[in-house]
């Protein structure tokens, strides 16, 4: 016959089956978090401006924080690319799709194929014209409309409603430079004597944006310019650069107001050559895993989520100069 188990023993085996009650515990709970990791695919339009340079940092940054896995695809401005880069995300079964669009239309057919596999969709920084709102999930960016009426409105002021001016737009089609550009032409309405008597795209580019002004400035009526309205502040800045090398004062002969907040504008304005810059905040990342993580949780999301922003001048410029984040 056995011997009964001993208090020692007793205790032994309890505290055996304790330790591995634990182990099993620690090990579904890591495995659980293992398998749980949120896989998101992000479609980037690409590297055209610093605003852009700032958003990208923003999102990688932000993800590697929350131990979000990340498959990011840089769509080098075409959006051949971008429905390339969210097709292989549909194929690759990531859990979240978010993509901040080059252009407003084109993108229903590729967007109901990522409903059909059930995947849901972020718009980050740029919309889309859809015919089916269902086709994404939620909006997060800035409101572009608002931010060419806040561009106009300064220039209103600052010129005394009085001026000629020539504009650099955005990327043809895309959300901000038909947004912008409505929302500036908006409130010129109201100010019989400020026209646009130029306006082509710079495509948000600081190459570009020097490259269309200096055919701004070569033109016959170029004495008439008194002031620039430029999409962002990268043409705003390569604009500045072709201005000096025509001889001309920037922020003084022709006055320039344009939109994003970058550090360059900030040290453009403390340097007397850029007048005004309306924000446009790229740090979106933390608002974006939000919705990521809430979308997962299966919390409800607003369809549209805007940024907070404001509008500075030269006055503020070098005060506010070491406080810029991007
Ligand atoms: O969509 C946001 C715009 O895109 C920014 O104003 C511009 O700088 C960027 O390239």
């Known amino acids: ?44 339009i690409g590297a055209e401006s610093g605003w852009r340079t700032a958003n990208t940092e923003s999102i990688k940054s932000e993800a590697a924080k929350r131990g979000i896995e990340l498959k990011f695809a840089d769509a080098q401005q075409k959006q051949e690319n971008q429905i390339k880069a969210l097709r292989s995300f549909i194929a690759q079964g990531v859990d979240v799709i978010a993509f901040s669009p080059v252009v407003e239309t084109g993108w229903q057919p590729v967007l109901t194929e990522i409903k059909r596999a059930k995947i849901p969709v972020i718009l980050s920084d740029r919309a889309v014209k859809v015919t089916d709102n269902s086709l994404y999930l939620t909006f997060i960016g800035s409101d572009f409309i608002e931010e060419g009426r806040r561009a106009a409105n300064w ?65 016959t009526d170029a004495k008439q310019i008194t002031a620039l309205f430029a999409h962002n ?68 999301l607003p369809k549209r989520t805007t940024v907070q922003e404001g509008v500075f001048e030269q006055s503020q410029a070098a005060a506010e100069l070491p406080k810029r984040k991007y």
């Open 1 to 44: 016959m056995d011997n009964p188990p001993n208090r020692t023993m007793i205790k032994a085996k309890m505290k055996t089956t304790l330790l591995l009650v634990t182990l099993v515990a620690v090990g579904a709970a890591h495995s659980f978090s293992a398998d749980k990791k949120i896989v998101v695919g992000f479609s980037q």
């Open 155 to 219: 220039l209103a002021k600052a010129s005394g409603g009085k001026a000629i001016i020539v504009e650099l737009v955005g990327t043809p089609g895309s959300a901000p430079a038909i947004d912008r550009k409505k929302g500036f032409e908006e409130v010129l309405a109201k100010y019989p004597e400020m026209k646009i008597v130029k306006s082509q795209s710079g495509d948000f580019t600081r190459a570009k944006g020097k490259e269309v002004m200096e055919s701004f400035l070569k033109s």
């Open 233 to 300: 502040d990268d043409m705003a800045l390569g604009a500045i650069q072709a201005m000096e090398e025509a001889g001309s004062k920037p922020g003084k002969d022709i006055l320039i107001v344009s939109i994003d907040g970058v550090r360059g504008a900030f040290e453009a304005m403390a340097a007397g050559k850029l007048n005004c810059t309306v924000e446009c905040n790229p740090l979106i990342g933390p608002q974006l895993f939000d919705a990521v993580e809430a979308v997962m949780a299966k919390r409800p």
